[in-house]
Nanobody
């Protein structure tokens, strides 16, 4: 069982930065694939970024095209925490951001993820 708690959301001006954190419980955190998704008002939840573990210290990361080059996903296994560093934020990045975890393999499909946090609100003003 994995429990996820997001933090770090808030209000920021366009062009600004935020770092989201997702604190995870569970002894096998290091081997889980971790993902970030977001849901804007009136829209479906969408994939943002994910990081999968392939052994030792090797990870694969994937990003949605809309955030590539602006967002960075990272993990701190010692702290059982995954981060989403967001830079050059745009008003269209406004959404509730969710952290998710799955046991094996990387995926950008939310249906493949087993565990979810409750989300943190990010609002980008123009």
């Amino acid at each position: 069982q994995v429990q996820l708690v997001e933090s770090g959301g808030g209000l920021v001006q366009a062009g600004g930065s935020l770092r989201l954190s997702c604190a995870a419980s569970g002894r096998t955190f290091s081997s889980y694939t971790m993902g970030w998704f977001r849901q804007a008002p009136g829209k479906e939840r969408e994939f943002v970024a994910s990081m999968s573990w392939t052994g030792a210290t090797t990870y694969y990361t994937y990003y949605a095209d809309s955030v590539k080059g602006r967002f960075t996903i990272s993990k701190d296994n010692a702290q059982n925490t995954v981060y989403l560093q967001m830079k050059s934020l745009k008003p269209e990045d406004t959404a509730v951001y969710y952290c998710a975890a799955k046991s094996y393999g990387n995926s950008r499909f939310e249906s493949h993820y087993d565990y979810w946090g409750k989300g943190t609100q990010v609002t980008v003003s123009s």
